[in-house]
């Protein structure tokens, strides 16, 4: 059973534009989302977090966005650049847990 | 720090072999994970450590998969026999603990290639 749906599979955005990427979850004992940036040939690297008493968090061009009632958060790329161009995983944990359930990754591809 | 290091980069192995992943976590971390990632099942937990002890092994998919942590500073993945469905990346993670703000720190990770 997966514990973390994540939506789009791959995404195509033009540079410049906006990249959303949404995960979903079923588990209320969650407490921690981390989004991870993996470029080729190189393991995944946390990029930004969030816990569940904040609906939003931002970090340059990047902010997640948490809806705890739908159990749904997103990251978005503000000003996307080719540069962005990996696969974003988001996660979950509980806080007393030290284990990640992962979605299955998005492919962004920013075109110049 | 040089981060968490894995070798071999590249394995290309024939089915049946013998397999050995190792990993040096960072030093300080508590946490060691070990994670395969597959186009079909994206990042699986296969297996982690807390201390050098095994805490959940529930991801390891079968009885030809092991792990150990000897000491703080290095862990292997063995595969006996390897057969062509385990051909993956596989990654090592390590983490401090204590909190998950921290995050995991991964390796670079090693493309198994079984034939």
């Known amino acids: 059973q997966q514990q973390v749906k994540q939506s789009p599979q791959s995404l195509i955005v033009q540079k410049g534009g906006i990249s959303i990427i949404n995960c979903a979850y079923e588990?209320?004992?969650?407490?921690?989302f981390p989004w991870y940036q993996q470029f080729p040939g190189k393991g995944p690297a946390l990029l930004i977090a969030?816990?569940?008493?904040?609906s939003e968090k931002k970090e340059g061009r990047f902010t997640i966005s948490f809806n705890k009632s739908a159990k749904q958060f997103s990251l978005h790329i503000m000003d996307s650049q080719p540069g962005d161009s990996a696969t974003y995983f988001c996660?979950?944990?509980?806080?007393?847990?030290?284990?990640?359930?992962f979605g299955s990754g998005t492919k962004l591809n920013v075109k110049p | 720090d040089a981060g968490v290091i894995q070798s071999p980069r590249h394995e290309v192995t024939e089915m049946g072999q013998e397999v050995t992943l190792r990993c040096k976590p960072i030093?300080?971390?508590?946490?060691l994970f070990w994670y395969r990632q597959t186009m079909m099942r994206g990042l699986e937990l296969l297996i982690y450590?807390?201390?050098?002890?095994?805490?959940?092994d529930s991801g390891m998919p079968e009885d030809r998969f092991s792990a150990k942590m000897p000491n703080a500073s290095f862990s292997t993945l063995k595969i006996q026999p390897s057969e062509p469905r385990d051909s993956a990346v596989y990654f090592c993670?390590?983490?401090?603990?204590?909190?998950?703000?921290?995050?995991?720190?991964f390796g670079s990770g090693t493309r198994l290639t079984v034939v």
């Open positions: 993670a390590s983490s401090p603990g204590g909190s998950l703000d921290y995050g995991y720190t």
């Open positions: 588990n209320t004992a969650f407490d921690y």
């Open positions: 969030i816990r569940p008493d904040v």
């Open positions: 996660a979950a944990s509980r806080a007393d847990f030290n284990k990640f359930y």
């Open positions: 030093s300080g971390h508590d946490y």
């Open positions: 450590f807390n201390n050098n002890v095994p805490i959940d």
